[in-house]
C-alpha cells in the first residue's frame, strides 16, 4: 500500500510496535537497516492474483532476512505496507509502517494474519483514497472499513492482535486482501478499474525512476 500525503504525521511519542506502544521508534524501522532491496511486482503477474500459501515453519534465517527485505523495498517506495506476493514470494506475511488518522505511527509484520471486520450493523465506511505500490503511480476511492482487526503470528510463531482504525484499518485490509490474491482494483468498476490503469500506464515510469534514485541513495 503506499502513503497518501495527507494522512497525519506520526509522532516518535506515539508508536506501537508488533501492537504495543514504546516511547519512540527508528524511521525507517531497523529491520530495513539489515535487508536488500527486492523487485516490486506489478499488476498483471501471477503471483499477485493467486491465494498465498501458509506459512508452516517459524524462527528460521529465511523468514527473518524476507521480512527485513521487505522492510527495506517498503521504505524505498514509500510504502505504508508490504506483502510477501508483491516480492514475489508467495507467503502468508505482511509488513506495514502506516499511520492511523490519530497520528499514531504502527510498524511491524503479521504472519498467516486473518482480518476480522465489525459487523454489518456495526460497520462504518471511508470512501478514502488508496494506493498500492503494485500499481505504481495510480490511486482510487476504495470503500473500506474504519476498523479493522488481524489475528496472526510473529515471525517466531508468537500469537499477535493487531487493531487498526482510520487510515491503518484501511492498510490491514488492503494487505490481507494481497494475501488472497487481490488488488485494490478487484474492488473498483469496470470504469473506475480502467482509469487507474491508465493512470499506473501514465506515471509507472516516473515512480520506477523515484524508487531507483532513492535506493542508489542507499547504496551510496
Keep these: 500500500m503506499s502513503v497518501h500525503h495527507d494522512r497525519p504525521r506520526p509522532t516518535d511519542r506515539r508508536v506501537r510496535v508488533q501492537g504495543e506502544p514504546v516511547d519512540s521508534h527508528p524511521a525507517p524501522a531497523p529491520e530495513a537497516a539489515r535487508g536488500s532491496v527486492r523487485r516490486i511486482t506489478v499488476v498483471g503477474e501471477e503471483v499477485l492474483s493467486r491465494p498465498c500459501r501458509t506459512v508452516t515453519e517459524f524462527g528460521s534465517s529465511e523468514l527473518s532476512a524476507l521480512i527485513d527485505d521487505m522492510f527495506l523495498t517498503m521504505h524505498v517506495a514509500d510504502g505504508a505496507g508490504l506483502a510477501a506476493n508483491q516480492v514475489g514470494v508467495g507467503l502468508r506475511l505482511f ?3 502506516c499511520p492511523d488518522d490519530e497520528g499514531v505511527r504502527h510498524v511491524g509484520h503479521v504472519v498467516n494474519p486473518v482480518l476480522e471486520l465489525p459487523a454489518p450493523a456495526r460497520r462504518r465506511l471511508d470512501d478514502g483514497f488508496e494506493g498500492c505500490l503494485s500499481v505504481p503511480g495510480a490511486a482510487m476511492a476504495v470503500p473500506r472499513t474504519d476498523r479493522a482487526v488481524v489475528r496472526g503470528f510473529d515471525k517466531d510463531g508468537e500469537p499477535l492482535t493487531i ?7 484501511r492498510c490491514l485490509q488492503h ?4 494475501l488472497a490474491g487481490q488488488t485494490y482494483l478487484d474492488r473498483l468498476s469496470r470504469r473506475d478499474r480502467r482509469d487507474a490503469l491508465r493512470q499506473m500506464t501514465d506515471r509507472r515510469e516516473e515512480v520506477f525512476a523515484e524508487r531507483a534514485h532513492k535506493a542508489a541513495g542507499l547504496r551510496g
Design 95 to 97: 509488513v506495514y509502517d
Design 163 to 169: 487493531e487498526g482504525t482510520g487510515y491503518f484499518a
Design 175 to 178: 494487505e490481507t486482501d494481497h
